[in-house]
């Protein structure tokens, strides 16, 4: 229905206000806005530019195909993961460390109490 | 700036997806592992940040490069990410650009669109009117099939 001809090629290239925004792809599958309010609250970051953060949102991805992986190595049952499995990759693989206070191994209660017996002295001030 | 703090949780449905495309078909993921995979993911991005925000202080430099987070991938022993990255980023700088030109292209297209009625206006009528008449007879076709 191009009225004039002189519009018709605008009307070809662009599909008008129901197309799409952005038809450009991207590679990213997380989130950049979350990943962005993640960066921003590390002290001493304001501002954000969308290099850095769309590399640090693909590294995000990788990360977590990564711990995937690793977990998926630790399994007895090779068809199911379990927190423990991932907990072990954390505790076993070195460059991972910055993760031990996050994702902790689990103690039994036996365990724990076995802990808090061992450590009772440490405790006395605080009872 | 976070309001809440499950703001700074990154979506669970997402980091399944990345966790059940990674993994052999038929493998199961405990919730507990997954929300704990996702926390981790966060706990990532700080660290990174952290990281590569250090190094940009280093060099004076007020915002992060990209080249403060290939550094930061190395200090971290994360090297075997930096080669995928680059190809990432590659892929994105070139979809910046053509997102880019799309932009100037369709403000080029609707200044001799504006130019076009301004000529056209008093000789062929207007697309706009033809374009609310469309809109009126659905409308009716709309109300009729109500009625009926």
């Known amino acids: 229905m191009a009225s004039s001809p002189s519009k018709s090629p605008h009307v070809k290239t662009f599909p008008g206000k129901?197309?799409?925004?952005?038809?450009?792809?991207?590679?990213?599958?997380?989130?950049?806005?979350?990943?962005?309010?993640?960066m921003k609250s590390c002290p001493d970051v304001e501002m954000v530019p969308q290099e850095a953060?769309?590399?640090?949102?693909?590294?995000?991805?990788?990360?977590?195909?990564?711990?995937?992986?690793?977990?998926?190595?630790k399994v007895a049952s090779k068809d199911r993961i379990d927190y423990d499995d991932l907990s072990n990759a954390v505790h076993d693989i070195e460059h991972l460390e910055f993760l031990r206070e996050a994702i902790p191994k689990k103690v039994t209660w036996a365990e724990a109490q076995k802990l808090i017996e061992e450590n009772s002295n440490k405790f006395e001030g605080f009872f | 700036m976070a309001e809440r703090p499950e703001d700074l949780n990154l979506p669970n449905a997402v980091i399944t997806r990345i966790i059940k495309d990674t993994l052999p078909e038929g493998v199961a993921v405990a919730k507990e592992a997954r929300s704990?995979?996702?926390?981790?993911?966060?706990?990532?991005?700080?660290?990174?940040t952290s990281t590569a925000n250090s190094l940009a202080q280093k060099n004076k430099k007020k915002t992060v490069s990209a080249q403060d987070v290939f550094t930061a991938m190395k200090e971290m022993e994360f090297e075997k990410f930096i080669e995928p990255l680059q190809?990432?980023?590659?892929?994105?700088?070139?979809?910046?650009?053509?997102?880019?030109?799309?932009?100037?292209a369709?403000?080029?297209?609707?200044?001799?669109?504006v130019a076009d009625k301004n000529t056209s206006f008093t000789?062929?009528?207007?697309t706009g009117v033809t374009i609310m008449d469309i809109t009126e007879t659905g409308k009716e076709n709309g109300v009729e099939l109500?009625?009926?």
Do not use: C, W
């Not at chain 2, 994105?92 to 880019?100: A, E, N």
């Open chain 2, 123 to 126: 000789e062929e009528g207007n």
């Open chain 2, 36 to 48: 704990a995979i996702a926390k981790a993911a966060s706990v990532f991005v700080l660290y990174t």
């Open chain 1, 53 to 73: 953060l769309h590399l640090i949102t693909k590294a995000t991805e990788l990360f977590v195909q990564y711990l995937a992986e690793e977990s998926y190595k």
């Open chain 2, 146 to 148: 109500q009625n009926v």
């Open chain 2, 87 to 104: 190809e990432s980023l590659e892929v994105h700088k070139k979809s910046q650009q053509s997102k880019k030109e799309q932009k100037e």
């Open chain 2, 106 to 113: 369709k403000a080029k297209a609707k200044k001799t669109e």
């Open chain 1, 18 to 38: 129901l197309g799409r925004p952005s038809s450009v792809p991207t590679d990213l599958i997380l989130p950049t806005q979350r990943v962005k309010m993640i």
